[in-house]
């Protein structure tokens, strides 16, 4: 007779392992980052939106990050470069 293996579905409930913080109340003096997925125009518009955010809100700095595809996830020493650096990080996509 075969062995047959039943898997369940239904996945565990986790706590939170990570607190998130506060949103900063403005964006003067602040570095602000963007994770570029590598999506086409992307870099476009991380150039664009990053002139608009120092002279509108006062930015004191834009760093721009680049995957290496879209289809994987940022590389642990981006990931850890981004948070050293950037006191707010969006990560983008654009076509």
Do not use: W, Y
């Not at 086409?40 to 930015?59: A, I, M, S, T, Y």
């Not at 760093?63 to 981004?82: E, T």
């Amino acid at each position: 007779m075969a062995n047959i293996t039943v898997l369940s579905p239904i996945g565990e409930l986790r706590a939170a392992t990570a607190a998130i913080p506060a949103l900063p109340r403005g964006l003067q003096g602040l570095t602000v980052g963007f994770l570029d997925n590598t999506k086409h125009n992307f870099d476009r518009l991380v150039e664009d939106l990053g002139q608009v955010l120092k002279e509108r809100f006062g930015v004191a700095r834009v760093v721009h990050a680049r995957k290496a595809n879209a289809a994987s996830p940022a590389a642990p020493d981006i990931i850890a470069a981004l948070a050293k650096e950037c006191d707010l990080v969006f990560a983008g996509s654009a076509d």
